[in-house]
Nanobody, 119 residues
């Protein structure tokens, strides 16, 4: 069994910053790609950023230059530093990780953390 636990969401004013964290735990053999997706009310879930275990990243154009993704492989943790936040960044942010455990690789999701950007 694998768990992804997210933290760091909240309410912030436009132009502010937040840092999200997501830690994977359980009987983990290896964690491959980790990333963040978000879903705003009435919209489909969209990719925000991903990072491979090698360190290579993929950042959505809508957040490029404002958001940074990083990870600590020793802690199986991924971070999303969000700067210059805009009201349109308001969404539930979900952590995702491709994890090999017990010889099986699968996609795993966290429970989501709310980010609200509002004055």
């Amino acid at each position: 069994q694998v768990q992804l636990v997210e933290s760091g969401g909240g309410l912030v004013q436009p132009g502010g910053s937040l840092r999200l964290s997501c830690a994977a735990s359980g009987n983990i053999f290896q964690v491959y790609t980790m990333g963040w997706h978000r879903q705003a009310p009435g919209k489909q879930r969209e990719l925000v950023a991903t990072i491979h275990s090698s360190g290579s990243t993929n950042i959505a154009d809508s957040v490029k230059g404002r958001f940074t993704i990083s990870r600590d492989n020793a802690k199986n943790t991924v971070y999303l530093q969000m700067n210059s936040l805009k009201p349109e960044d308001t969404a539930v942010y979900y952590c995702n990780a491709i994890i090999n455990y017990s010889g099986i690789s699968s996609s795993n999701w966290g429970q989501g953390t709310q980010v609200t950007v509002s004055s």
